[in-house]
């Protein structure tokens, strides 16, 4: 008998489980198959007096809809098409940005905004400005993200003195800023953020892995999850103490 685990998703009263009458055969995003791949996650067979249905154990599917979240889209009475696409065109990384200003030329934070995919926009941006970088003013910056037309949030955090690590800084933004499922941070001007960016998107919600820790190859830009930063400082377990376990993409 298999044990349902605390963390699982139950495929029942999700719009894009597929049933045949009253038995769960598959899923329109394929996902029952994908999961069914991974070794951390098991694909269990349940029923209740109404159906037969799937229980992604040990995973939270990324997939997982019911109906009545389309209807914020008007999209309750769409087709099965419908709901796929719009799943697709909505369903993109959450993450805050973090970039570290310390070294920055105003050209080096062009260059980084530019590169920042438009089709996987950040939540927010935070730019950590020092006390003695007087050329990099609020109206500088302001000025380069308007030039760029950056639509999502943003704001400067001020450094007063650079005693504290860049590990540190991030460290305080992650355990203050909690709806954010991903953190990226760049720690220096790296080329590679652009697509470091779009490969951290399709690992997550297109093969479904996991990991602790994702970096560049320059080991500028270090990815990771929220959650399971806060979680492991909770318990003690800092998930930068190890850099043999960082996945570089």
Known sequence: MNTINTIHSCCKNCVFAQYTDKTQTDCALNYINKYKTKNDTQILEAYDDEKEFYIINKKK??????????????????????????????NKLDYLIVINLKDYTIEDIENVIKKIPNDIPPARIILVRYQNQTHLTYQTIQDILLKYNIAYDWRIQSMVGDEHSYIEILHNITTVHTKYRFIIGVESYSEYIGDFITNMNQKIHEDLEQFLVVTTA??????????VYRYGTIHKQHIFSNPDTFIIL
């Open 218 to 227: 320059d080991k500028k830009c270090i990815g990771y999850s929220g959650s």
């Open 61 to 90: 599917c990324i997939g997982y809809r019911e109906n009545k979240w389309f209807k914020q889209f008007n999209l309750e009475n769409a087709s099965i098409e419908e709901k796929i696409s719009h799943f697709y065109s909505t």
